[in-house]
């Protein structure tokens, strides 16, 4: 099993570029995440779904779009890049809650983005 | 949002010593999880706990969950340089999500 997987590792992007970062995981799970990593911030949540067929905003939506294109992929689409987006993107994916309570999330590997 | 706060931000210690961090909120949390996260990597799950008081331990690592499940403390007894990394607490918000906090930057030196 390969986990969860990120594409690209690292995209140097320009000023209102757009692109789309790809997840995909082989472990079955229900629900699957996005975040962003900064320096001195931790993981803030971007989008999530909970199931295939449902998005979610999380804690810093504005300036993405996801999809989930199936069960196994959960893309981000960044529409019109900014110097504001540059950080690491982490993908996850989880089980789903069992017993009231959220399940253990896996994480890729990230993608590492600077728009200059 | 819960306001989550982690201490101390960095710490840098010798081999074989001992350590505590910290986790709190202001809130009551339902569950709350640890996860180690090591550079260039994506965190990797350590421990969850539930009930208030909870005590559980993975081998040289001690993980409290206070009585009133506001606050959680993690302890590494001897901490050896493979301890190196960002610890991260997370306790649940709602449904299906996690809120975690910016960590603790441990550094174990030789």
């Known amino acids: 099993n390969a986990g969860v997987t990120q594409t690209p590792k690292f995209q140097v992007l320009k000023t209102g570029q757009s692109m789309t970062l790809q997840c995909a995981q082989d472990m079955n799970h229900n629900s699957m995440y996005w975040y962003r990593q900064d320096p001195g911030m931790g993981l803030r949540l971007i989008y999530y779904?909970?199931?295939?067929?449902?998005?979610d905003k999380g804690e810093v939506p504005n300036g993405y779009n996801v999809s989930r294109l199936n069960k196994r992929e959960f893309s981000l689409r960044l529409e019109s890049a900014a110097p504001s987006q540059t950080s690491v993107y982490f993908c996850?994916?989880?089980?789903?809650?069992?017993?009231?309570?959220?399940?253990?999330?896996?994480f890729g590997p990230g993608t590492r983005l600077t728009v200059l | 949002t819960q306001l989550l706060e982690q201490s101390p931000q960095f710490l840098s210690i010798q081999e074989g010593e001992n350590l505590t961090v910290y986790c709190n909120s202001s809130s009551v949390f339902s569950s709350l999880q640890w996860y180690r996260q090591e550079p260039g990597e994506g965190p990797v799950l350590l421990v969850t706990?539930?009930?208030?008081?909870e005590v559980k331990k993975l081998k040289r690592l001690t993980f409290q969950f206070g009585d009133a499940r506001k606050d959680s403390s993690l302890h590494i007894t001897a901490a050896q340089p493979g301890d190196t990394g960002l610890y991260l607490c997370a306790p649940r918000e709602g449904f299906q999500k996690l809120v975690f906090g910016t960590g603790t930057r441990l550094l174990v030196s030789p």
């Open positions: 996850a994916s989880s089980k789903g809650t069992s017993g009231g309570f959220v399940g253990e999330q896996f």
């Open positions: 779904s909970a199931s295939e067929g449902t998005t």
């Open positions: 706990v539930v009930t208030g008081g």
